[in-house]
Nanobody, 116 residues
Framework: QVQLVESGGGLVQAGGSLRPSCAASGRISGSNTTGWYRQAPGKQRELVAAATSGGTTYYGDSGKGRFTISRDNAKNTVYLQMSGLKTEDTAVYYC??????????WGQGTQVTVSS
C-alpha cells in the first residue's frame, strides 16, 4: 500500500510564494518518478513538474521558470517551490508517484488559491 500526503497549499496573494510538500509512505522502494500536477476548475489535469529518484527533473509548461521541484529521498518527500504566483496558478495540486510497472499512485490534492 502506498500513501501520499500533500500539505502546504493555501491562500496567497499574487506575487507570493508557497512550498507544498508530498510525503510518501508504504511500499515505495525502487526507482520512481514523483510529480506535481494541477487541475483548475473546468480544465484538464496538467503536469507541473516531476523528479526521478535518480535526480532528473523536468517541467511542464505551467511549471517552467517560476517553480522548482526537489526531493529528499531520505524522507520520501517531494517539494514544489512556487514563486511569483499568479491568479491563473489557482488549482488543486496533486502529487503522483509513478513506480512504472509497479503502478502509479495519487495523493488527495491540496488547494492553492492565488488572489489578486
Amino acid at each position: 500500500q502506498v500513501q501520499l500526503v500533500e500539505s502546504g497549499g493555501g491562500l496567497v496573494q499574487a506575487g507570493g510564494s508557497l512550498r507544498p510538500s508530498c510525503a510518501a509512505s508504504g511500499r515505495i522502494s525502487g526507482s520512481n518518478t514523483t510529480g506535481w500536477y494541477r487541475q483548475a476548475p473546468g480544465k484538464q489535469r496538467e503536469l507541473v513538474a516531476a523528479a526521478t529518484s535518480g535526480g532528473t527533473t523536468y517541467y511542464g509548461d505551467s511549471g517552467k521558470g517560476r517553480f522548482t521541484i526537489s526531493r529528499d529521498n531520505a524522507k520520501n518527500t517531494v517539494y514544489l517551490q512556487m514563486s511569483g504566483l499568479k491568479t491563473e496558478d489557482t488549482a488543486v495540486y496533486y502529487c503522483n508517484l509513478d513506480r512504472y510497472k509497479l503502478g502509479s499512485h495519487w495523493g488527495q490534492g491540496t488547494q492553492v488559491t492565488v488572489s489578486s
